[in-house]
């Protein structure tokens, strides 16, 4: 069932990000069993989530252009947020899937978003805590997953804010508005 996406990873990918989007999808069915979400599509959504994330600049520039994609300021100068736009609009049009929970995880699993759905967070979470991953604080927010769905993703968005503030990088509003809307 995953295979022929598998091929088409690997004939995307390099090998370490390869690796990766394996394990974010194993990351992401274990969390989707643990709090009740569609495991089959929380595994494919991890699977696919970086699918444009060696594209060359010219080539995601090219997606959006072709399909209307409009970059937003912050957008525009934060090239790493392209993959995520990209990604969503390349599986939607070129692998022909539909389901929306499945694009908009893949679509905001670089910034998150206000009122993110429990995909959005699960691809998320599991990209910030897949087994290759061993950043400070990556433990406590394993930890924090055991615990609490919402606590893991709250930290991590504080985590991904500090970070970038502290490297003086513009911080997409979509981070802000899914940090605010937490209720923790
Ligand atoms: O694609 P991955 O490396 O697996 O992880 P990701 O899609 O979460 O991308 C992380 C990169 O994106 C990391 O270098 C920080 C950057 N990033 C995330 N949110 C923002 C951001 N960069 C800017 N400038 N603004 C953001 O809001
Ligand atoms: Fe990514
Ligand atoms: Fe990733």
Same mark, same amino acid.
Do not use: V
């Given at each position: 069932m995953y295979e022929e996406y598998i091929e088409i990873l690997k004939s995307r990918l390099n090998e370490k990000r390869f690796e990766h989007s394996l394990n974010v999808a194993k990351k992401a069915r274990e969390i989707a069993v643990r709090y009740g979400a569609d495991e089959n599509k929380a595994y494919l959504a991890g699977l696919l *989530? !970086?699918?444009?994330?060696?594209? &060359?600049e010219e080539k995601m520039l090219q997606i959006f252009d072709k399909f209307g994609i409009i970059l937003d300021n912050v957008q525009v100068v934060s090239k790493k947020l392209w993959h995520s736009i990209a990604g969503a609009a390349y599986i939607e *049009?070129?692998?022909?899937? &539909? !389901?929306k929970e499945l694009l908009d995880s893949v679509r905001y699993h670089t910034t998150s978003r206000e009122n993110a759905t429990l995909m959005d967070k699960i691809i998320y979470i599991a990209d910030f805590v897949s087994d290759e991953r061993n950043f400070d604080g990556v433990d406590e927010l394993r930890q924090a997953l055991d615990e609490s769905l919402e606590l893991c993703y709250k930290n991590a968005l504080s985590m991904s804010i500090n970070v970038l503030s502290s490297e003086q990088c513009p911080i997409h509003a979509d981070t802000f508005k899914a940090y605010n809307c937490v209720t923790l």
């Open positions: *989530h !970086d699918i444009c994330k060696n594209d &060359s *049009h070129f692998l022909n899937i &539909s !389901d």
